[in-house]
T-cell receptor
Framework: LAKTTQPISMDSYEGQEVNITCSHNNIATNDYITWYQQFPSQGPRFIIQGYKTKVTNEVASLFIPADRKSSTLSLPRVSLSDTAVYYCLVGDGPLFDSGAGSYQLTFGKGTKLSVIP | DTAVSQTPKYLVTQMGNDKSIKCEQN?????MYWYKQDSKKFLKIMFSYNNKELIINETVPNRFSPKSPDKAHLNLHINSLELGDSAVYFC???????????????FGQGTRLTVV
């Protein structure tokens, strides 16, 4: 399983752009990079996914350098409601050889983002 | 129209009891999961289940067993509850894809289990 390393916590003021970097030095060729967000007392929620270069959706952007050994989740102009734990996940591929495979999400420790008024 | 729903939301029980947590998904997904989030907020996979194939995290005690009456349900049964079982349990579902792309998973709201 590819291991990920993220900062344990980050603080940011409202309105600022927040960048959370995740290291995944042993990422496999077939692995995608996925980020989830978890609010207190809720289950994780998918934010964004990418393989290389840059991906952008209505919530965030994901920057992945050419070597893919790290990735950066960028949240533009954060608000208080963005206070949550953000998890970086790297794909671990099929678990058995049936041809169909089954994917398990392996969560690291996550980054606790606190947005300050 | 909740995508993944779990019941109950809170469960308080005594040591030694047997309890179940129910999970249902209305997304038509073919894979369901159970995760455990402990007091330190680490989220760990317990089981994944699809097409009648069960994959078990080897660290999960055999007091825990998933049961799937149909494709839309994956219930978690716990026998002889222990204090260390206290945690938040999350159910999730996804659609298995035979591609390189990871699939998005949808999580329930969680069940907070407290063993006293």
């Amino acid at each position: 399983l590819a291991k990920t390393t993220q900062p344990i916590s980050m603080d940011s003021y409202e309105g600022q752009e927040v960048n959370i970097t995740c290291s995944h030095n042993n990422i496999a060729t077939n692995d995608y990079i996925t980020w989830y967000q978890q609010f207190p007392s809720q289950g994780p929620r998918f934010i964004i996914q990418g393989y290389k270069t840059k991906v952008t959706n209505e919530v965030a952007s994901l920057f992945i350098p050419a070597d893919r050994k790290s990735s950066t989740l960028s949240l533009p102009r954060v608000s208080l409601s963005d206070t949550a734990v953000y998890y970086c996940l790297v794909g671990d591929g099929p678990l058995f050889d049936s041809g169909a495979g089954s994917y398990q999400l392996t969560f690291g420790k996550g980054t606790k983002l606190s947005v300050i008024p | 129209d909740t995508a993944v729903s779990q019941t109950p939301k809170y469960l308080v029980t005594q040591m030694g009891n047997d309890k179940s947590i129910k999970c249902e998904q209305n997304l038509g997904h073919d894979t369901m999961y159970w995760y455990k989030q402990d007091s330190k907020k680490f989220l760990k996979i317990m089981f994944s289940y699809n097409n009648k194939e069960l994959i078990i995290n080897e660290t999960v005690p055999n007091r825990f067993s998933p049961k799937s009456p149909d494709k839309a349900h994956l219930n978690l049964h716990i026998n002889s509850l222990e204090l260390g079982d206290s945690a938040v349990y999350f159910c999730a579902s996804s659609q298995r894809r035979v591609t390189l792309e990871r699939t998005e998973a949808f999580f329930g709201q969680g069940t907070r289990l407290t063993v006293v």
